[in-house]
């Protein structure tokens, strides 16, 4: 069974471009959530997802950002218009229900804003 | 609101050595806790859980009990190897939450051990 897989693993950008990040979570896994880890920080809770449904975008800044997750294909996490403080890795992590205790968190999209 | 907070890093010890990472927790209703592990360049993989007071997690040598009266989630391990070197964090999932088990992370614990 294939862990959660995040592409691309890593991604440079020029301020002001668009950053796409994917994450596809582990079969049979519906619900995904997207943190965000700053240099020599922890991670940080953005946006927790279901199959065509945003559940909890409270963590998520209010411009720029947005995710998906459809009923076909990979979660996408976009940032538009890229800083360089938006330079951070960014971790997907799926559990198979709202009540599971786990989250498998997959290898981190590491974002350069140059 | 909910928040985790953990000792500072780096911890630097000798191979065989004691290890223990203090945890402490503030949360509004009755949180599971987690350790999670992260070796250089990698994902976050999880170390070992505790669901409800008393509970004693355990995988790989370590250990962490809940304590529910300190609100504590000290990570321990008798004997350290070189291979335990990577970042450590504690976390928890507030359950009385509406929405999912968003995990919040404490700052992490950077431990480095030597032969």
């Known amino acids: 069974n294939a862990g959660v897989m995040q592409n691309p693993r890593h991604l440079v950008r020029r301020r002001g471009q668009e950053a796409r990040l994917r994450c596809s979570p582990m079969?049979?896994?519906?619900?995904v959530y997207w943190y965000r880890q700053l240099p020599e920080e922890g991670l940080k809770f953005m946006v927790y997802?279901?199959?065509?449904?945003?559940?909890?975008e409270s963590g998520m800044p209010k411009e720029r950002f947005s995710a998906e997750f459809p009923k076909e294909g990979p979660s996408i996490l976009r940032i538009q218009q890229v800083v360089r403080g938006d330079s951070a890795a960014y971790f997907c992590?799926?559990?198979?229900?709202?009540?599971?205790?786990?989250?498998?968190f997959g290898p981190g999209t590491r974002l350069t804003v140059t | 609101g909910d928040s985790v907070t953990q000792m500072e890093g780096p911890v630097t010890l000798s191979e065989e050595a004691f290890l223990t990472i203090n945890c402490t927790y503030t949360?509004?209703?009755?949180?599971?806790l987690f350790w999670y592990v992260q070796y250089p360049g990698e994902g976050l993989q999880l170390l070992l859980k505790?669901?409800?007071?008393?509970d004693k997690g355990s995988n790989k040598g370590f250990e962490a009990t809940y304590r529910k009266e300190t609100t504590s989630f000290h990570l321990e391990k008798g004997s350290v190897q070189v291979s335990d070197s990577a970042v450590y964090f504690c976390?928890?999932?507030?359950?009385?939450?509406?929405?999912?088990?968003?995990?919040?992370f404490g700052g992490g614990t950077r431990v480095l051990v030597k032969p």
């Open positions: 505790a669901t409800k007071a008393d």
């Open positions: 976390a928890l999932s507030d359950q009385a939450k509406a929405a999912g088990n968003k995990l919040t």
């Open positions: 997802l279901q199959k065509e449904n945003i559940i909890d």
């Open positions: 992590a799926s559990s198979p229900s709202q009540g599971a205790y786990e989250q498998y």
């Open positions: 079969k049979g896994h519906s619900h």
């Open positions: 949360a509004t209703g009755y949180p599971s």
